[in-house]
């Protein structure tokens, strides 16, 4: 049984959705609201969430995309519009029905996602070749009625951005696609410390409406993959159905080529299960809301909170500093910013201070180190981004070592059992596919970019195979 750090929080091995929800609300992210499926999130939760949404935007916006924002509401007989579309969200669409005692005309749905409003729009605003690419992103809140939710994970709501873009060709959409993609796969691993696999999805697993859906997979702790974002190039479809054309350069009607792409609050949920431990979450420096803590020791002794007041100011300049002057004991205090992963702990007593000295703790690896408080700055920028690196580091080799590689199916079966991602070839087809998934549970993840020739032959039915794919269990 795991060792118990911090009361009341389940041992990771033990039981690791107890120890998710454990988490998730001891460290104070959310809480449950009211409505079943649904979470509030908490100020560390949302500070967190902003820290993330802040980063993208930034990218967002130098990949040359506007931000635009959207009506909630989409009339039923708009949603029908494109038939693919609505049969793959159908099952998780919420309805309104009624304005106040009113019953409505037509029924109107609470957005699963914005490809028809931006369908609508973009049919009154491009004419000409001249008018694009139109590149536009919105942040929103989305709905979609799911039957088993987790905080973060799968809610009835969540947060989100969605980007959706128009081009002339085919070549153009194809190039956003992937630059999306890209963008995605940075931020996961260079802000969070998420190492993907990027890759392109199965026809079965593809977005409703898509020509085709890249994605960016990782793999939690517990060794069950996560979709953490997705990139779809639409093709002409969504176009067609509600007549996005323009005036090419040659004078002739053509219908626009268009993408979507969305990155959502489920990436939080991937963070606490790729890096948190036994003590609760840890978090990589670059979206911790504070990355240094400074805990006074003998507080109530001369000078040690003006010099802990004094070190918050100097270290304010290079990095996001809290300080707990609060009477609770420091032991306390250990265990309460080891919960919230705060990536380094200050601490500071009379004698550190009269030795121009202060102890430092990382939260990734508890290593406690005595330093001077001269170039403490420079100390502490580097420490933070050792930690960084190595979380990125550490979950590489986590991922690297639940990676296997089956050739039969009895391989398959024996090893999807021990978690982690299998690398196995398939035929390409549907039927191969489901069968593996009612059999083992598993499910493609993606067909990765850089392919290996891992067997001659399907890993389900023995014939040629096609493309060799990422499988694992998921959430």
Known sequence: MAKQFVQNVTGMDEDFAQWYTDVVTKAELIDYSSVRGSMIIRPYGYAIWENIKDALDGKIKETGHENVYMPLFI????????????EGFAPEVAWVTHGGEEELAERLCVRPTSEVLFGEHYKNIIHSYRDLPKLYNQWANVVRWEKTTRPFLRTLEFLWQ???TCHETDEDALEETIKMLDVYADICENMLAIPVIKGQKTEKEKFAGAKFTYTI????HDGKALQSGTSHHLGDGFAKAFGIQFTDRDGKLQYVQQTSWGFTTRIIG????????DRGLVLPPKIAPTQVMIVPIAQHKEGVLDFAYDMKRRLSSVARVGIDASDKKPGWKFNEYEMKGIPLRLEAGPRDIENGQVILVRRDTGEKVTVSIE?????ITALLHDIQENLLKKATAHREEKTSTAVTFDEFKSQIE???FIKAMWCGEEACENKIKEETTATSRCIPFEQEKVADTCVCCGKEARDMVYWAKAY
């Open 75 to 86: 009339p039923e007989s708009l949603l029908q519009r494109e038939k693919d579309h609505i």
């Open 162 to 164: 969605e980007g959706h």
């Open 217 to 220: 997979e990782s793999l939690m």
């Open 270 to 277: 991937a963070m606490i299960m790729v890096h948190g431990d």
């Open 375 to 379: 170039g403490i700055e420079e100390t």
């Open 418 to 420: 021990k978690g982690g």
